[in-house]
């Protein structure tokens, strides 16, 4: 086990194999992210934080775009099965504490992006070595530098003056979210040979 990518190829790029697993898995994750947000967004946008959710609908879409033409992907016979449970994991969640159904969806929505953006570092784990203009690796510092900015906007919601009657709720949501994707990140990681630390276990 390593705890970055690679060895790297004679180019000094990602493995294929690391980057098909990688990609699939962060795709898997934003394009959930996308797909729910189209859901829940209003025709109409009402409210300011709404232009919001406007925002990070296209960033999603463009992580997706951006993943798919810069992975050199090959056969990976283990993703149908690997991309069912990652897609099982992003189904929306309930909150029992948030009598309006919308409003909880959408807290979910925003726990579970809080969590992607925040607990999944990609470009942490490039050896220093990587090929300065690789495209997958550059892509992946792209998303990191993205993933930073779309999070402040869901502190924002997460913490905004209409939540804070479900103050204990959302901050439960929000704690699930990041022990679901943790771990999924990590088992992700060691199946490609990559050691993370373990997800607390609390």
């Keep these: 086990m390593s705890t970055l990518f690679g060895p790297l190829d004679r180019s000094g790029r990602v493995p294929p ?3 098909t697993r990688v990609a699939a898995f962060l795709i898997s994750a934003h394009g959930a992210l996308a797909r729910q947000l189209a859901i829940r967004l209003p025709v109409q946008l009402r409210e300011g934080w709404q232009t919001e959710l406007n925002a990070q609908l ?4 463009e992580i997706v775009s951006l ?3 810069t992975t050199s992907w090959v056969p990976d016979f283990t993703l149908p099965f690997l ?3 990652w897609e099982l994991a992003w189904l929306p969640q309930l909150i029992d504490a948030i009598p309006d159904r919308a409003q909880g969806l959408t807290i979910d929505i925003a726990a579970l992006g809080h969590a992607v953006h925040a607990a999944i570092r990609p470009a942490a784990l490039l050896p220093v070595e990587v090929q300065a ?15 930073s ?8 919601f997460l913490k905004s003056a209409d939540l804070q009657p479900f103050h204990d709720a959302v901050n439960a949501a929000v704690e699930r979210r990041h022990l679901q994707v943790r771990k999924l990140w990590v088992e992700m990681l060691e199946s ?5 630390a373990a997800p607390d276990p609390e």
């Excluded at 296209?58 to 879409?61: C, G, L, P, S």
């Excluded at 203009?133 to 993933?147: G, N, V, Y």
């Excluded at 900015?149 to 924002?156: D, F, H, N, S, V």
């Design 17 to 19: 194999e690391q980057q």
């Design 67 to 69: 993943l798919l033409r």
């Design 192 to 196: 490609i040979g990559v050691q993370r």
């Design 58 to 61: 296209h960033r999603e879409t």
């Design 149 to 156: 900015r779309l999070m402040q906007a869901q502190i924002l």
């Design 133 to 147: 203009h690789d495209p997958f690796a550059t892509a992946l510092r792209r998303i990191e530098f993205e993933s």
């Design 83 to 85: 991309v069912s449970s």
